[in-house]
């Protein structure tokens, strides 16, 4: 698997664990956010679909296997 797609995965999941911790804050009347979360979290779901994984292992999910038993 792309070690490139692996990496960005982390940074990735370490973004989200920072908006979720509240990285949301307000001067005056206006409340601002430095992150999309929405944005984040469709970046995750595409790297794990392409292929990418935390621990360097192929991601199988959503794949099956086929056994032929010759006999």
Not at 32 to 60: C, F, Q, V, Y
Request: hydrophobic residues 35%.
């Amino acid at each position: 698997m792309n070690s490139v797609q692996n990496e960005r995965l982390k940074m990735y999941l370490e973004a989200e664990r920072v908006v979720l911790t509240g990285q949301s804050y307000t001067i005056g009347n206006r409340s601002l956010t430095r992150a999309n979360l929405s944005e984040i979290r469709k970046a995750i779901d595409d790297l794990l679909a392409g292929g990418a994984t935390l621990d360097g292992e192929p991601n199988t999910r959503g794949m099956s296997k086929r056994v032929v038993l010759i006999g």
